[in-house]
């Protein structure tokens, strides 16, 4: 798949790039990327992606814009509430560039419909804001093989990762999630700019993962908007996790 003079020129920065270069630009216009999620986290990662040249990205999200939302997500505008976020989103990554082939997807993810939503996709990038969500994509990928970067941020505090088998996101935060009840920004708050850079560095680890760069799996990346720093710490599978984990022996 050869890149047209366009092209060439749109990704200059990437086709000079060591160890990235025209295969690696090949690789992200072949890729095919579902972002779960067009709000603070989608706000980053999806304006990134885009401008990047993944070829194709489906965005999934059943809500509306709301007010409330748009402290903390600029891709959408005042004169947009009330109209849904997938359409606006896939309008937005395909504005800012010609060459990304975008698809809404105004569905609700849940774990009955993940596979189906999600299968065929090169990466997940997951940025939806609970946790029954985050557990069903990712067992999702898991059944799937789908590498999945998975991420969120919430008050001070956000975090990401990139989950391919084992360990997988369930292994980090086991079964007590799987209820629609335990977070919600509404509840909670949120500091405006820090879903965009959790939703930026995802998108990073993303493109890293799609053109080769690096392996990442493994770790979780933490950013404390208070105390202001970043740590990683080392994610250990759970051998008794209930997507990935060995099966006891039996007899
Ligand atoms: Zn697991």
Redesign the pocket.
């Known amino acids: 798949m050869a890149l047209t003079d366009a092209e060439l020129e749109r990704y200059a920065r990437h086709i000079v790039l060591p160890r990235f270069g025209g295969a690696g630009q090949n690789r992200l216009k072949a890729a095919s990327v579902a972002v779960i999620g067009a709000g603070g986290i989608g706000s980053g990662a999806i304006p990134a992606l885009a401008a990047a040249g993944i070829g194709r990205l489906t965005i999934i999200d059943n809500d509306l814009v709301d007010r409330s939302n748009l402290q903390r997500q600029p891709i959408f505008r005042d004169d947009q509430v009330g109209a849904g976020k997938a359409r606006l989103a896939a309008d937005f990554a395909m504005a800012a560039n010609p060459h990304v082939t975008a698809i809404p997807v105004e569905r609700r993810l849940d774990a009955a419909n993940a596979p189906e939503l999600l299968a065929g996709h090169d990466l997940v990038l997951d940025g939806s804001d609970n946790f029954a969500t985050r557990l069903a994509v990712?067992d999702a990928c898991?059944g799937l093989g789908i590498p999945l970067v998975s991420a969120a941020a919430v008050q001070f505090q956000g975090q990401v990762g990139l989950f391919r088998g084992?360990?997988?996101?369930?292994?980090?935060v086991g079964d007590a999630f799987d209820s629609h009840e335990c977070d919600n920004c509404a509840e909670l708050g949120v500091l405006g700019a820090l879903p965009l850079t959790i939703g930026g560095f995802a998108a990073l680890m993303a493109i890293r993962a799609l053109a080769g760069i690096g392996e990442d799996s493994g770790r979780l990346h933490l950013l404390d908007a208070d105390a202001l720093a970043w740590r990683a710490i080392p994610l250990p599978?759970?051998p008794g996790?209930?997507?990935?984990?060995v099966p006891a022996q039996s007899g």
């Open positions: 990712s898991a084992r360990p997988c996101f369930r292994c980090f599978a759970d996790c209930r997507t990935c984990g």
